[in-house]
């Protein structure tokens, strides 16, 4: 498969614990995106990546969260401290290139924090 | 504030009916709109775009008419199909964000009945 892979599908934590998700992007996407999707709504941007650097942070995404995208391959988001609030789906994507080019999206991974 | 409005929330069309769904946006500065659909417990995957140069472009059963005076787009499916049921998202992105992130609407639910 050389679609996005997000890793893993399902994840089920207990509030206060730190969790984190990998997302491997398309080979040689040089761009790398994270989104949250809660029930009933559209993904919303929380990160972008371009290559290894992370260019943009959506008011989103507190203190509590951190990405990283090291060597500008595989990337990780990681939330500390987990609070009810952050049960969503976290969808990773990537894209190609100059401009608006089409992005393709992962699987996502679902959290539910008990 | 929500810069991406869709309508309806939900749609119920006969099979081989047209569905019409239907997105208003407010920041003029956006020049890319693409729409995703999504299956449960998938990511969303893009179904066409458009830029705000073309009034409709059409591919396959799939047809996005833009108007840029009204800042309204919509999309339309012929022929739907039951296969077809999905949620579908209308969003827009702009190149004046470094990082083109896309701005989605909230979704609708399309159910195709035979």
């Known amino acids: 498969d050389t679609g996005v892979s997000q890793n893993p599908r399902h994840k089920i934590t207990k509030r206060g614990q730190n969790v984190t998700f990998r997302c491997d992007p398309i080979?040689?996407?040089?761009?790398l995106y994270w989104y949250r999707q809660t029930l009933g709504q559209g993904p919303e941007f929380l990160t972008y990546f371009q290559n290894e650097a992370q260019l943009e942070k959506s008011r989103l995404l507190s203190d509590r969260f951190s990405a990283e995208r090291p060597k500008g391959s595989f990337s990780t988001l990681e939330i500390q401290r987990t609070e009810q609030g952050d049960s969503a789906m976290y969808l990773c994507?990537?894209?190609f290139g100059r401009g608006n080019t089409e992005a393709f999206f992962g699987q996502g991974t679902r959290l539910t924090v008990v | 504030q929500q810069q991406v409005k869709q309508s309806p929330q939900s749609l119920i069309v006969q099979k081989g009916g047209i569905s019409i769904i239907n997105c208003a946006y407010e920041?003029?500065?956006?020049?890319?709109f693409p729409w995703y659909q999504q299956f449960p417990g998938k990511g969303p995957a893009l179904l066409i775009a458009?830029?705000?140069?073309?009034s409709e472009k059409k591919e396959g059963r799939f047809t996005i008419s833009f108007n840029k005076s009204a800042k309204q787009f919509s999309l339309h499916i012929m022929d739907s199909q039951p296969g077809d049921s999905a949620t579908y998202f209308c969003a827009a992105s702009f190149a004046g964000a470094g990082s083109y992130q896309l701005t989605f609407g909230k979704g609708t639910k399309l159910s195709v009945i035979p």
């Open positions: 920041n003029t500065a956006f020049d890319y």
């Open positions: 458009i830029r705000p140069d073309v």
């Open positions: 080979s040689e996407h040089n761009r």
């Open positions: 994507a990537s894209s």
